[in-house]
């Protein structure tokens, strides 16, 4: 079992920054790719970036490219997930998921959130314009 924590959202302005934090524990992060997800009010969840177990592939979709960076330190146990340029359209409660069987291949598509096996509680970020 891992247990997944989010923490570091909050309201921000919109060109402002923030910083997720998924902390780990019950098993080393370095096992697992993770992921970050979103879900807006009455919008669908969506992944926004993956990263591999060695970090060989970081991918994220488009709509946050250049702004977005994921990061894991395994050290630490924890992932982050730095937001930049924030704008209301990133408004939405933020997901952390670890998938035990992603491939490197499946990481560069951002997988659906059926492909990873443990999932946090979220943490609200809201962009205000």
């Known amino acids: 079992q891992v247990q997944l924590v989010e923490s570091g959202g909050g309201l921000m302005q919109a060109g402002g920054s923030l910083r997720l934090s998924c902390a780990a524990s019950?098993?080393?992060?370095?096992?697992?790719?993770m992921g970050w997800f979103r879900q807006a009010p009455g919008k669908e969840r969506e992944g926004v970036s993956c990263i591999t177990t060695r970090n060989t592939i970081i991918n994220y979709i488009d709509s946050v490219k250049g702004r977005f960076a994921l990061s894991r330190d395994n050290a630490k146990n924890t992932a982050y997930l730095q937001m930049n340029s924030l704008n209301p359209d990133d408004t939405a409660v933020y997901f952390c998921?670890?998938?035990?069987?992603?491939?490197?291949?499946?990481?560069?598509?951002?997988?659906?959130?059926?492909?990873?096996?443990?999932w946090g509680q979220g943490t609200q970020v809201t962009v205000s314009s």
């Open positions: 998921a670890s998938g035990w069987n992603l491939s490197p291949d499946m990481c560069a598509a951002i997988p659906r959130q059926g492909r990873y096996d443990y």
């Open positions: 019950g098993r080393p992060l370095s096992s697992y790719a």
